[in-house]
């Protein structure tokens, strides 16, 4: 029987206390994944440290813990700050809330308007710190400290380079995922003594935490094996395609899943009607109330789509594509928030095509649910997308996904024209928007003809898409870590 480890994740969201993309709920399922015991064995003593943001709504019961923990002045000179840690059972996990409110109680998690916090590097030292004093007050060891993306950064460059003589942490692993190589956490130069790191960390012009946190953590990985491979090219390397090539057999691809518990359309609490593989009829009720709460005319196939407003996610292809989708009698729902000018476009073609394109520009969980249900086909035509996660419950809820081939959507998505037997969803290749038309209309004509239709949406949800593999891939992994 394998033995069991203590794993202290460091990350900046997790579902559902802090989140603002994918991340969170990684951060959760996965925690929830190692935490509780399964058929493979005993659960994994999990603790998640998390920043307590502002309006966060904690589980019960939390037990508090003071921590004085050290930082950097503008000077150089030591400093300590108290914050005090709050522990609670969630579950499958303990989560570990790190209260400062000159840091977290702020009116959003990392940006000021549209500009990071200066003070950014200040505020994940603290998080990352607070975990490594944790264990040292508690005399508890640990076996990995697992960060996520690069606000995990500080945390595993200060275990390094300023614990590294501490008895306790001294032989702690660590294991970096990245979620986005996009974000780097980059630290000008003027902005470094927040670190309190040495001066040889980082280039001379300033610090890019997650590059080196990608050379310093034992194991690293990105969230699917075809965007660890995409990774390692400069054009989607991000910058960092040179430091990843560099980590050899050390940087491997692991796929998410989604917690198949929380996303299930046969016990939705949030759908009008439930559903499973063996009888999918309910569905149409969820799509007739999805289309009569947001005054869709219920006619034409309909095309939903989910997430950040952001150039990577590929919205502006579809603004360019949806007079022609609407043409082929497609309508269209998007649910999102992010860039001004993408929102400003989505809102332009909604006022212009009433009934056939509904815009909801906030974050709403229920309404995304709704969504995953009742829509006919979920678009994803993202840029790059490191894994995502709505082709996966899109698959579950048996709308099959249009997806462009990129990262964890190629991994997951199986072109239904390409290998009909297999066959989950749509994939087409360029970025642009007469390609994701095409696909579209690919997709439509499978739509007309129900046996293909229910072969498709079969394969969606028969796909294994819980975090069952994914678990076992980084136990494997932090115990590479942990063999040095
Ligand atoms: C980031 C990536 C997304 C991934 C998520 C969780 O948001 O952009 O592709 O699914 O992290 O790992």
């Given at each position: 029987m394998p033995r069991t480890m203590r794993i202290a994740m460091v990350a900046s969201e997790c579902e559902p206390w802090a989140k603002t993309g994918g991340l969170a709920d990684v951060v959760d399922?996965?925690?929830?994944?190692?935490?509780?015991?399964?058929?493979?064995?005993?659960?994994?003593?999990?603790d998640v440290y998390l920043p307590w943001y502002r309006g966060l709504n904690p589980p019960e019961g939390l037990v508090p813990l003071e921590l004085r923990v050290p930082v950097g002045g503008p000077g150089g000179e030591?400093?300590?700050?108290?914050?005090?840690l709050w522990s609670g059972e969630a579950d499958g996990y303990r989560l570990r809330l790190v209260e400062h409110a000159p840091s977290f109680d702020?009116?959003?998690?990392?940006?000021?308007?549209?500009?990071?916090?200066?003070?950014?590097?200040?505020?994940?030292?603290?998080?990352?710190?607070?975990?490594?004093?944790?264990?040292?007050?508690?005399?508890?060891?640990?076996d990995v400290i697992h960060g996520h993306d690069w606000q995990a950064g500080p945390a595993l460059l200060s275990l390094r380079h300023r614990y590294a003589g501490d008895p306790l942490l001294r032989e702690v692993a660590t294991m970096l995922t990245c979620h986005n190589l996009a974000y780097h956490g980059w630290t000008p130069r003027a902005d470094a003594w927040q670190l309190d790191l040495p001066l040889d960390v980082g280039k001379h012009d300033g610090v890019d935490l997650l590059r080196e946190a990608i050379k310093t953590a034992d194991m690293v990985n990105t969230v699917s094996p075809n965007y660890a491979r995409e990774s390692l090219t400069p054009e989607f390397g991000a910058g960092l395609d040179d430091v990843l090539r560099a980590r050899g057999d050390r940087y491997i691809g692991i796929i998410n899943g989604i917690d198949t518990g929380l996303w299930d359309p046969a016990t939705d609490p949030t759908l009008v009607a439930h559903y499973d593989a063996s009888d999918l009829a309910p569905k149409a009720r969820t799509r007739a109330d999805l289309m009569a709460r947001n005054g869709l005319d219920p006619d034409g196939p309909l095309?939903?789509?989910?997430?950040?407003?952001?150039?990577?996610?590929?919205?502006?292809?579809?603004?360019?594509?949806?007079?022609?989708?609407?043409?082929?009698?497609?309508?269209?729902?998007?649910?999102?928030?992010?860039?001004?000018?993408?929102?400003?476009?989505?809102?332009?073609?909604?006022?212009?095509?009433?009934g056939r394109i509904a815009v909801l520009d906030r974050f709403d969980r229920s309404e995304a649910r709704r969504i995953y249900a009742g829509a006919d086909l979920f678009l994803m035509p993202s840029r790059f997308e490191p894994c995502g996660q709505g082709q996966l419950i899109a698959m579950r809820y048996a709308t099959p996904p249009v997806v462009r081939h990129s990262g964890g959507l190629a991994d997951t998505v199986v072109d239904a024209d390409v290998d009909p037997a297999r066959g989950n969803g749509f994939v087409f290749g360029p970025a642009t928007p007469q390609a994701l038309v095409d696909a579209v209309r690919r997709a439509l004509a499978a739509l007309a003809d129900e046996a293909r239709l229910a072969h498709i949406q079969a394969n969606g949800m028969a796909r294994d898409h819980s975090w069952r593999v994914p678990a076992r891939g980084y136990e494997a992994a932090y115990r590479r870590a942990i063999a040095g």
């Open positions: 399922a996965l925690s929830r994944a190692l935490g509780l015991p399964d058929p493979a064995g005993p659960g994994h003593e999990v030591p400093r300590h700050e108290t914050v005090t702020r009116e959003s998690f990392y940006m000021d308007g549209n500009s990071d916090y200066v003070d950014n590097p200040a505020r994940f030292t603290l998080l990352g710190r607070a975990a490594l004093e944790a264990i040292r007050a508690e005399a508890r060891p640990v095309l939903g789509l989910i997430g950040r407003l952001d150039p990577q996610k590929g919205f502006d292809l579809v603004t360019a594509a949806a007079p022609e989708l609407v043409a082929m009698g497609a309508r269209l729902i998007v649910l999102g928030t992010g860039h001004e000018h993408l929102v400003a476009g989505l809102q332009a073609l909604a006022a212009q095509h009433p």
